[in-house]
């Protein structure tokens, strides 16, 4: 775990400041950083959208009396989605706004549920009961 974290904050941003420095060498230095001021004001407008409307999702659901499993999920892909686009990066970007669009959500939510049910086969997550 501890490497992939290390890839993660190390990794990542060299290539995504790679990519920047290439794309900047092909269409310019001031419409690369456009594109990243761009992709940050859409990505915080998509963000906040979206985090109210899965905030509305849950508090309906559970008014409702059910448990909101798909849209307790959502708002931590959404979450993570909006961390993601403050993160300047074209790669990043993309991912970011791949958790914030409901249609792509939901593939990330499969994964990710299926990646819980993994990690409670096998032990990797416990899930403790507060009292």
Do not use: C
Request: aromatic residues 10%; positive net charge; charged residues 15%.
């Amino acid at each position: 775990m501890f490497m992939r974290l290390v890839l993660l904050f190390t990794v990542v941003p060299v290539i995504e400041l790679v990519l920047l420095i290439e794309i900047g060498r092909q269409i310019g230095s001031l419409t690369t950083i456009g594109i990243v001021v761009v992709t940050g004001f859409i990505g915080a407008m998509l963000a906040k959208t979206q985090g109210f409307n899965t905030w509305y999702q849950i508090r309906h659901e559970a008014s409702e009396g059910r448990v909101p499993h798909d849209a307790l999920l959502d708002g931590l892909l959404v979450l993570i989605g909006a961390v993601t686009l403050v993160t300047p990066g074209l790669i990043t970007d993309a991912i970011g706004f791949s958790l914030l669009i409901p249609a792509t959500r939901r593939i990330w939510r499969t994964w990710l549920k299926h990646r819980f049910d993994y990690w409670l086969q096998t032990g990797t997550l416990n899930i403790v009961r507060w009292k």
